[in-house]
């Protein structure tokens, strides 16, 4: 079945460093992938969605600058967490759709990154 | 507004016995349902999926769904349950439209005792 890899599956840095995430749909192209944080023992919040070849979209309240996203293949999405700080910490993970991302074709999600920021 | 809720925070129940998960949904048009579960420090592994056609949904690992458009429900179901089982369970709501995300529930939380 359709697999996505997320790595780093865990990173503890420094505060102030910045750290990329890479998202890569392993056996079918990704038109669309989305990124999600979620917080301890609660639901997953969408970050953004990252379109192959264009600017992502970015949910309100989601700092453009501070969370980088490039879709630059069909294959692979990052996140860039720039200047990472405590407040920062968090599992971020991403979901990629077969085809153009329509309602019809389920999300596969990675295993998750779990930033600690110290 | 779009919206998911599962009322239920945390479920307990004794292994074997039968499992009803509760999920409401709030949409302004045809909504595609599904159903995550989560293993602590994992991501997330699709269970079942509703897009049309018979309302009793199969999924993976004995698990069922129904849907209900006049409740408004897509409740999770599985007859008996196992320990493995123990997990987090994500419902989902999703548009026909490309390209858009996954509006998530709260998840519930669910404990198998011996």
């Known amino acids: 079945g359709a697999v996505v890899s997320q790595h780093p599956s865990r990173v503890i840095c420094k505060s102030g460093t910045s750290v990329k995430i890479e998202c890569r749909s392993l056996?079918?192209?990704?038109?669309?992938m989305f990124w999600y944080r979620q917080f301890p023992k609660q639901s997953l919040m969408l970050m953004a969605t990252?379109?192959?070849?264009?600017?992502?979209t970015y949910e309100q309240g989601v700092e453009k600058d501070k969370f980088l996203i490039n879709h630059a293949s069909l294959t692979l999405s990052t996140l860039t967490v720039t200047s990472a700080h405590p407040e920062d910490s968090s599992f971020y993970i991403c979901?990629?759709?077969?085809?153009w991302g329509a309602g019809d074709q389920p999300q596969h999600f990675g295993d998750g990154t779990r930033l600690s920021i110290l | 507004a779009q919206s998911v809720t599962q009322p239920d925070i945390h479920i307990t129940v004794s292994e074997g016995a039968s499992l009803e998960l509760r999920c409401n949904y709030s949409?302004?048009?045809?909504?595609?349902l599904f159903w995550y579960v989560q293993s602590p420090g994992q991501g997330l592994q699709l269970l079942l999926k509703?897009?049309?056609?018979?309302?009793l949904v199969q999924g993976i690992k004995g698990f069922e769904a129904e849907f209900k458009r006049s409740q408004s429900s897509f409740n999770l179901r599985k007859p008996s349950v196992h320990w493995s089982d123990a997990a987090e369970y994500f419902c989902?709501?999703?548009?026909?439209?490309?390209?858009?995300?996954?509006?998530f529930g709260k998840g519930t939380t669910l404990s198998v005792s011996s």
């Open positions: 979901s990629a759709a077969e085809g």
């Open positions: 949409y302004g048009a045809t909504p595609y």
């Open positions: 509703y897009f049309s056609g018979d309302t």
């Open positions: 989902a709501v999703g548009a026909s439209q490309a390209g858009t995300a996954l509006i």
């Open positions: 056996d079918f192209q990704a038109t669309t």
């Open positions: 990252s379109n192959e070849g264009s600017k992502a």
